[in-house]
């Protein structure tokens, strides 16, 4: 019953550091998302895919990348930290756009000094 | 760009009182979600409501979807500690882009 699975769920990053956060999820949805959450700013979307190969922008994409190129795993990429990405991301699948029901990750908790 | 809003942002009761907790926009949605979540946790879902004017029951919650599909509440009866955790309302435009989230509702139910 892994679900989604995120890695690694803490990490403390320099200003100007990069990073991959890992996404695996064993549902075979197509659709995945990236989303950060900060306090008194709910959750907000960074990017997303509707399939192996495709990504697109969500509402807040820079400083960030990201890559799909297995079905069950997508990626977030920082190239160069800055202490404004400090925040818990958290990563989410669906089985498509019939079905809206996202099932998340527990999360991954970034600092940026 | 579509926006929830969630009201109240922070509600502390004692246990057995009832509550409700509002999801507005002035955006129309295709469907409007509930999720709970636990600290450390990622949300999980509780209901999706699809239908203008829809009402979904969940034991002691209880869901309903505007007239118009622009709002949302969610009516917790007899509250117990267990109801404890962060309530986020989530609406679906018509697109494959991912769901609009209010900021939530920090909602803590006193023994």
């Known amino acids: 019953n892994a679900g989604v699975t995120q890695t690694p769920k803490f990490r403390v990053l320099k200003t100007g550091q990069s990073m991959t956060l890992l996404c695996a999820q064993d549902?075979?949805?197509?659709?995945m998302y990236w989303y950060r959450q900060d306090p008194g700013m709910g959750l907000r979307l960074i990017h997303y895919?509707?399939?192996?190969?495709?990504?697109a922008k969500g509402e807040v994409p820079d400083g960030y990348n990201v890559s799909r190129l297995k079905k069950q795993n997508f990626l977030l990429g920082l190239e160069s930290a800055a202490p404004s990405q400090t925040s818990v991301y958290f990563c989410?699948?669906?089985?498509?756009?019939?079905?809206?029901?996202?099932?998340f990750g527990e999360g991954s908790r970034l600092t940026v000094l | 760009t579509q926006l929830l809003e969630q009201s109240p942002q922070f509600l502390s009761i004692q246990e057995g009182e009832n509550l409700t907790v509002y999801c507005n926009s002035s955006?129309?949605?295709?469907?409007l979600q509930w999720y709970r979540q636990e600290p450390g946790e990622g949300p999980v879902l509780l209901v999706t409501?699809?239908?203008?004017?829809e009402v979904k029951k969940l034991k002691r919650l209880t869901f309903q979807f505007g007239d118009a599909r622009k709002d949302s509440s969610l009516h917790i009866t007899a509250a117990q500690p267990g109801d404890t955790g962060l309530y986020l309302c989530?609406?679906?435009?018509?697109?494959?882009?991912?769901?609009?989230f209010g900021k939530g509702t920090h909602l803590i139910i006193q023994p």
């Open positions: 989410a699948s669906s089985r498509g756009t019939y079905s809206r029901e996202l099932f």
């Open positions: 409501v699809v239908t203008g004017g």
């Open positions: 955006s129309v949605f295709s469907s």
């Open positions: 549902m075979n949805h197509e659709y």
């Open positions: 989530a609406g679906a435009g018509g697109g494959a882009d991912g769901l609009t």
């Open positions: 895919s509707v399939g192996e190969g495709t990504t």
